[in-house]
């Protein structure tokens, strides 16, 4: 397994600026996560939803 980490510099509000990539054995992606540029870095979700990050 490897793990990928891009940042993307753009301007623009509906993209992500960080994007985390999981890829497999086989080299191909297996998750993936977006980091959109205004929302807190405790935060996740599906895109409709989000939820806190808190303790377990």
Same mark, same amino acid.
């Given at each position: 397994?490897?793990? +990928?980490?891009?940042? +993307?510099?753009? @301007? =623009?509000? @509906? %993209?992500? /600026? /960080?994007?985390?990539? %999981?890829?497999?054995?086989? @080299?191909? %992606?297996?998750?993936?996560? #977006?980091? =959109?540029?205004?929302?807190? #870095? @405790? *935060? +996740?979700? *599906?895109?409709?939803?989000? +939820?806190? /990050?808190? %303790?377990?």
């Amino acid at each position: 397994m490897k793990c +990928w980490r891009v940042h +993307w510099h753009h @301007d =623009l509000d @509906d %993209e992500p /600026v /960080v994007i985390y990539s %999981e890829i497999g054995v086989d @080299d191909h %992606e297996v998750r993936k996560v #977006k980091i =959109l540029p205004g929302v807190p #870095k @405790d *935060t +996740w979700g *599906t895109g409709h939803h989000r +939820w806190g /990050v808190g %303790e377990a």
